[in-house]
């Protein structure tokens, strides 16, 4: 959860909380594993990895990643175009490395995982990366036509976009036996 407390913020974790239940079960349990390797949470590997290939994955995902601090550092503050190139090459690198793994399904998903990834900051800039990134050759056409077909015309032209901190940070949950619970 964020910082803030009170209302708005609950409100807006459920929202956000909503928002998550909606993507498939293979995404959600991506987003999750995403922001253990992204954020440094968790032993990722020790959590998510059912056998070699997926640990295999997550040492992929792990050193792609390592770009993020780098992204995070070069967030331009405005539009201005001498920032942009230090900053989307990488941030589409990683986008391109996530979008190839086949588990981001739409603009949505793939925004949901980033603005925590990254911050509020890079919102401006996630259509155009996730754009650009869908849009590469690495993917098969049938799935750069669904990725780029998901974001909406209002997504793509938006006039501004939020400052506020993502609220909801989902996270591995331990399954509980049913007579355990009681």
Known sequence: MGSKVGPAA?????????????FPAGTQRYIRRS????????????????????AASIKAQTRMYDRLEEVRAL???????D??????????MVSAFDLGQDRLCS??????????????????????SFCAAAAL???????RRKLLQSISEAAATAPGWSSRSPAFYPQ???????????
Request: aromatic share 10%; proline share 9%.
């Open 10 to 22: 609950g409100a807006m974790a459920l929202v956000e909380m909503k928002e998550f239940a909606t």
């Open 35 to 54: 922001l253990d390797i992204g954020l440094e949470r968790d032993d990722a590997i020790a959590i998510w990895s059912r056998d070699v290939v997926e």
């Open 75 to 81: 967030v331009p503050d405005d539009s201005g175009l």
């Open 83 to 92: 920032a942009v190139e230090p900053f989307m090459t990488p941030l589409i």
């Open 107 to 128: 603009f949505s998903a793939y925004r949901f995982l980033y603005e925590r990834l990254i911050g509020p900051a890079v919102r401006p800039w996630l259509p155009s």
């Open 137 to 143: 050759p690495h993917l098969h056409p049938e799935k």
């Open 172 to 182: 591995w949950v331990e399954k509980v036996e049913a007579s355990a619970a009681n």
